[in-house]
């Protein structure tokens, strides 16, 4: 199943939260370096040390708390996007890169047998247009590996507009 919804990525009982990354993990945001500061730091070392493509996963768990009393251990899954920031993408590539990474993330679910909630932030999408692109992109990916025809995974995708 395929939820398309409005709010906070964080403020959700997913089991893993997707997180779009460049190479060099070089935009990991102040939120999320604030909801899992080990990952990240975890993520960045692992930058320094290895080379990531686009399109690569790079695994964490991390117990997150998301009320006074309620932790849970979570997945967070840095996602490749693009190369640096230097690499300017045109709107091809641009698709062409989001939809790599959905299909790596399809990929990944569907070989690891993982079960669950799975949230997806709208991956570079800068506007209704991209992210209407985004949401087909989605069906196509899930094509290859019919994810959502299992009722133990529902795919959260977060839509700002």
């Known amino acids: 199943m395929i939820n398309y919804i409005k709010g906070d990525i964080f403020k959700t009982n997913a089991d893993i939260i997707v997180y779009p990354v460049s190479c060099k993990g070089e935009t ?7 909801q899992f500061p080990i990952a990240t730091k975890a993520y960045i070392r692992y ?7 686009p399109g ?3 695994r964490h768990l991390e117990t997150t708390i998301l009320g006074l009393d309620y932790k849970q251990l979570r997945e967070v899954w840095f996602t490749n996007i693009r190369k640096t920031k230097k690499s300017k993408p045109t709107i ?11 299909y790596s993330i399809f990929w990944k679910l569907y070989h690891i047998k993982k ?9 570079d999408c800068k506007d209704e247009e991209s992210f209407e692109l985004f949401k087909k992109q989605i069906e196509k990916a899930d094509k290859s ?3 959502t025809e299992d009722p133990n995974i529902i795919i959260n995708v977060f839509n700002p507009f």
């Open 28 to 34: 990991i945001y102040k939120e999320f370096k604030e």
């Open 47 to 53: 930058c320094k040390d290895n080379k990531p493509e």
């Open 56 to 58: 690569m996963i790079f």
């Open 92 to 102: 091809y590539n641009r698709t062409e890169w989001r939809y790599e990474c959905l």
């Open 115 to 123: 079960k669950g909630i799975i949230n997806i932030p709208p991956i």
């Open 145 to 147: 590996f019919h994810l």
